[in-house]
DNA sequence: ACAAAAGTGTTCGTACTACACCCATGC
DNA sequence: GCATGGGTGTAGTACGAACACTTTTGT
């Protein structure tokens, strides 16, 4: 298929650069681009971002976000993909693309914009490696990053501020429990993400009536309380209730006291 | 400031590429990005989109988004603001980043990233000039674009579906609006973005309920008709508002029978 | 006087809020 | 038997849904 994508005044110069394309825009043709993945997992009832420690400079030392530059015949979404992967071992997760950044003077060697995703992940599945460059990789408190390399630290708020909206209308929260969870652990997550405080009954009423979990019939073990039901997400059901004009809507309630 | 954007197990050849950086990184830097601008607006109740004609190959006589090439020193919301203001004249509009649109086959000169954008205009304020390349710059209903060029479609697909669910949560369906405007006029427009139709008094009375209007104390005039009141947006007061905690919230409300 | 849209009030049901107590388990 | 979190019911309230008639103007 051809493509193309300039169009207003500039038409005229691309008709004549038909025969000779990259001569007219040569000066164009010379920037790269990254993409950066803000992965996010929860642990320990608290919202983690997985960064890795640069050992080089520029920003040596400094914390980052796992990213790469995206190849010559790969598609946006497929180098994310593969960032991902590189870094967790993991595929096939909730991926999904966020905002992109290119400020001019954000990069030493000449311009490049990232183009920022963000994943969800169970942090059990992951295996961290600090492979190659990484002198380190870790999961770091959300709430507690401090100074990334780069812009990166903007690209987090971005990101972090996108995941709040995102799991009041889509169900994804589920894809950062593992397969089996208790309705707390989801409360919990809700928490973590908003910085709320939810009140048990009515958060247990309004997700139950979702009829989004499936009982899994089984209870946690060895616990010093009565064991809490496992459930897990039923993800046919929600698509059938979603044809059925079905929405999945959450509201964050109250801002939890700071003090 | 020092920038960079790589990551992982880069790094060990970027520093081995400091001095020289675009040495080991040329194959990286041969990427062109644009911006595409979905540009709305609202009139005869329709939501409608500003695009050109093209009148060169490729895609010569095809309808496509008004966008350019970054320059190399351009911040991205710059190229946006700036490819708005060369085809509307408009400056200070509403503007948001929505998606980026990469893949590889998309352009037939090399690898073109576009940033896709979209923005809120009032069509009054616009003298549309087909200015240079472009044969025509008409308004056409979202409903109606037909076959534009390139990967267009799917962009101003993206971007209306941002829009539907912006409007819920942000007051940004005014900036489509002259700055008097009617209870009604604001009702048919999120007839027109949502595709619903909405029940008179409960969307007025939800609407003023919010306090974000400004009541003019003017009327219509020469209407065949009981004259309406005129209003216009209370930016101040929605900053106050937004302050105290408020959150403007809409519901979509039911499918329009489209029999 | 008629057409055409503006404007308004009330009832009903649903869904969110707030609140306190019993239950199952491990130690 | 006690500590710990799991689990439930209900009453009050607020908000959205549904619905019909009067008002103001132009012609």
Known sequence: ?????LSL?????VSRSLAHPQKSFDAYF???????NVIFGFDEGKLKILLIKRNEDPFDNYWALPGYFVKEDEDLDAAAERVLREVTGLKNVYLEQ????????????????T????????IADVELHAAGVAQEVAWHNVSDIGTLAFDHERIVEVA????????RSRPIGFELLPPA???????HLYEAIWEVELEKRNFRKKILSMDLLKDLGRSQKGVAHRPAKLYSFDENRYRELEEDGF??????GKRKTTA
Chains 1, 2 share one sequence.
């Open 9 to 13: 005044w500039l038409t005229t110069q």
């Open 30 to 36: 010379k920037s790269a681009f990254t993409v950066d």
């Open 115 to 122: 183009i920022a995703y963000y994943s969800l992940i169970t």
């Open 160 to 167: 972090y501020s996108r995941l709040k909206r995102s799991i």
């Open 1 to 5: 298929m051809v493509t193309f994508s």
């Open 181 to 187: 969870f208790t309705l707390t652990d989801l409360q």
């Open 98 to 113: 966020v905002h992109s950044f290119g400020a001019p003077g954000r990069h030493d060697f000449g311009r490049v914009i």
């Open 247 to 252: 929405n999945f809507e959450l509201k964050e």
